[in-house]
DNA sequence: GAGAGTCATACCGGCCCTGA
DNA sequence: TCAGGGCCGGTATGACTCTC
C-alpha cells in the first residue's frame, strides 16, 4: 500500500484527525505500507504534502493543521471534535511547532500490544504472553474497536507525553547515575507500596482489557481514548505516593520538566554530547552498554572505563583496544569510518596523555595502561640508540611531571607491567610490544624493518575498517530480522553476558512492538536487577521511552537499573535522558552496540582468523647476540 | 512519463546562553 | 532584566532516483 493510501486507511481506522507521524506509526505498526525506508515520517509528510498540493478530486486527505490530517469524506463536526479531544486534554500547546504533541495522546496501549504479544506468541519468540485471554478478542474487535487498538501512538514520541504526566516530582534516589549501572549496587530505595488509588488503577487497567473485548461503537471508542489516557501506565505511577526509582528532580516545580503547563519546555542539547558523566560511569557493567553507546567513546577518545566485564568479552575488547593503542609512535591513525560508531581517531604519540586519561601519573597506572604509557615514552627514545634502562623510563616520566612516587618503586611496577603486556598480547595471538634485553627495554617495532612496520600499520587499519563494516552490515542484518528472531537474538547475547533469571513481563499499557524481561546479571559477588525492553518493531528510542523505563522499573521484579535495545537508533534525547545523574541508571544499545554485544559473545558471529607470520625478533636478536 | 520513495535542505519556532 | 544570537528539533518542500 502507499503512503497516501496507507494514510486514508489510517485515518479510517482511528476516526479522527492524526499527526502523519502519527499516521505514520500506526500505518508501520498494522504493516500497511509497502514499503518503509529509513525516515517513513518524512516521506509520509512528504507525500501527504504533496498529495494536498495536487488537490485532485480523488484525494481523500485534506490539511486540517500544519502536520495534521483528516478525511475529505469527514465533517466539519468530525474534524473539530477530534481536535478538541486532544486541546482539552493537553492543554493546549502551540499549534504549528507542537502540532505532534498536540496529537500524541495516550491510547490504548494495551490493545496494541496485545497484537503484538499475540504475535510473538505465534511465532515461538520469547515474548511477552498476552495477559489475558480477552486480548484474543481485541485483536478481533470490531473496526471501531480496531480504532481504539490502532489509536496508539505506538512509538517513544508517543511517550513523550507519558512521562509530561508521569515523571514524579520527588526527589531522585541520591547516587544513583544515569549512566552508571554500579550505582544500581548503591541502596536503592525499595518500591514504594502502591496507594489505594494506584492499585485500584492497576486493576482496572487489567480489567479494561476485558471491557475492550465487546465491541464499542463510536462514542465508545472515543471514551474508550479517554479511559486509555486515564488508565495509562503513567497516571499509576503519578498516583504513587512516592517515586519508585529515578525520581526526578526535573519534574519539580520550576524546572524545565515541569508539568502541569500543559507542554513541556524543550530542553536544550548540552553542547558536544556524551558528558564526562556518561563517559566516566559505566562502572561495573559492559562499557557497550553505556549510554551513549558509542558515543562517550567517541567523545573522550577511549572506551568508558569498566571493571568486572566478563572475562570473554573483556578479552575481545581488550584485544580492539590494544590494536588501537598499542602503536603509539605511529603517527596518525587512519581516518575511521565518519559517523556513529566510528572508532577514536588516535593523534600523535603522547600515549600517556591517551592512556593515563586525565593527567594520571605513571604510578597511578597500572596493567594495560601503564603498558600503553611506557610504550609512549619508549616512543619517545631514539630507535637507533637502543633499548632503555628502567631507570631511564623513570626519570623521563619525573621529568615530565608524570611520576609522583619513588623512581625505584616505578621501575619494577613498569617491568611488571611490560612483561604483562608481552604475556597478553602473545595469548591474544598478537606480536609483544616489548623487549626486554640486559634489564633494559625496546620496542620491538625498533627491530622490525621500517617497512613491515609500515605494512603492519595498514593492515591493523585496515582491519579495524574491515571490522567496522562488517559490524555495520551485521547490524543491519539484525535490523532485518523479524521481530521475534531480534528478541531471540538480544535474549541469547544477554545470556552470554551473564543475564540470567530471564522472565517475560507483561506489561498492561506498555508501547506495541516491545518485549519486556526482568533478568540478573550476576557480577562479581553481586547481582543487578535488570527491566530489559526489547523493541521487536527496530525503531528509533527517544527521551521518553528512557523515562518510561525508568518509572516503572518496579513492574520488573523490581528492577534496579534498565536496558533498552533497538535494531534501530538511539535519539539524542534518549541518551541525554539515561545520562542524567542521579537518577536510575538506565543503558541504550542502538543497532551497533546490539551488533556489537552479540560480536563480543559470539552470538550470531563466525570468527575469522588472517595468520601472519612475522619475525620472532627476540628470539632472532638472541641467537644473533649469541 | 507518471507515480512513488528517499534524501537534502531551507525555514520556523522554542530554548538557552551571554552580554549590555 | 531583557534582547540578541546560536543551537536544535520539527516541518515542508524540491530534487533525484527507481519502477511500472
Known sequence: MTFTDAAAEVLRLIGRPLHYKEITDIAIEKNLLSHVGKSPEVTMGARLAATLKKD??????????????????????????????KKGKRGGK??????????????????????????????????????????????????????????????????????????????????????????????????????????????????????????????????????AGAAELFDEEDDD?????????????????EQGEGRRRRRRRRRGRGTAEASTSSGGLPSYVATPVFEARRENGREPPRSDRTERSDRTERSDRTERFDRPERVERVERAEGFGAEPVYRGPQVIELTGGEGHALDDLAGRDLADAVAGILSTFDRNAGAVSLRQIAETAQRRGRLAGDVQLVQSQVAAAVRADNARRTAAGQRPRFRF???????????????????????????????????????????????????????????????????????AGAPG??????????????????????????????RERVTELRGSLHHYGPATAGWILTAGQMLSGAREEAAIPGTAPISLFDGLAVARLCEDNDVAVLRARLPIAIPDVDLLEALRAS
Open 513 to 542: 512492538g516491545e518485549s519486556h524481561f526482568s533478568g540478573a546479571l550476576r557480577t562479581a559477588g553481586d547481582e543487578i536487577k535488570l527491566a530489559l525492553v526489547i523493541r521487536r518493531d527496530g525503531r528509533e528510542v527517544g
Open 94 to 227: 502551540p499549534e504549528a511547532a507542537k502540532a505532534r504533541k498536540d496529537e500524541e495522546q495516550p491510547t490504548l496501549f494495551e490493545a496494541a500490544a496485545d497484537d503484538e504479544a499475540a504475535e510473538e506468541s505465534d511465532s515461538g519468540a520469547l515474548a511477552a504472553e498476552p495477559e489475558t485471554e480477552a486480548e484474543a478478542a481485541d485483536v478481533e474487535a470490531e473496526p471501531a474497536g480496531e480504532a481504539a487498538q490502532a489509536a496508539p501512538a505506538l512509538d517513544d514520541e508517543a511517550d513523550d507525553d507519558e512521562a509530561l504526566v508521569a515523571a514524579p516530582a520527588a526527589p531522585a534516589a541520591a547516587g544513583l547515575n544515569g549512566v552508571e549501572i554500579p550505582a544500581a549496587r548503591e541502596p536503592v530505595p525499595p518500591p514504594a507500596p502502591s496507594s489505594p488509588r494506584a492499585a485500584g488503577a492497576y486493576l482496572d487497567e487489567e480489567d479494561g482489557e476485558l471491557e475492550d473485548a465487546e465491541p464499542p461503537g463510536p462514542d465508545e471508542a472515543m471514551r474508550a481514548e479517554a479511559v
Open 437 to 507: 634485553a640486559g634489564g633494559r627495554i625496546a620496542l620491538t617495532d625498533w627491530l622490525l624493518p621500517g617497512d613491515l612496520a609500515r605494512l603492519e600499520q595498514e593492515a591493523l587499519a585496515a582491519v579495524e575498517r574491515y571490522r567496522d563494516a562488517a559490524r555495520r552490515a551485521f547490524a543491519r542484518k539484525i535490523s532485518e530480522l523479524p521481530g521475534h528472531a531480534f528478541v531471540e537474538i538480544c535474549v541469547l547475547a544477554l545470556e552470554r553476558i551473564g543475564l540470567g533469571q530471564l522472565r517475560a513481563v507483561r506489561r
Open 56 to 85: 485532485t478530486a480523488d484525494n481523500p486527505l485534506v490539511r486540517v493543521k500544519p502536520g495534521v490530517f483528516a478525511l475529505r469524506e469527514w465533517d466539519e463536526k468530525t474534524i473539530k471534535s477530534g481536535l478538541d479531544g
Open 241 to 257: 505516593d512516592q517515586p519508585i526509582l529515578g525520581g526526578e528532580d526535573r519534574a519539580t516545580p520550576g524546572s524545565s520538566g
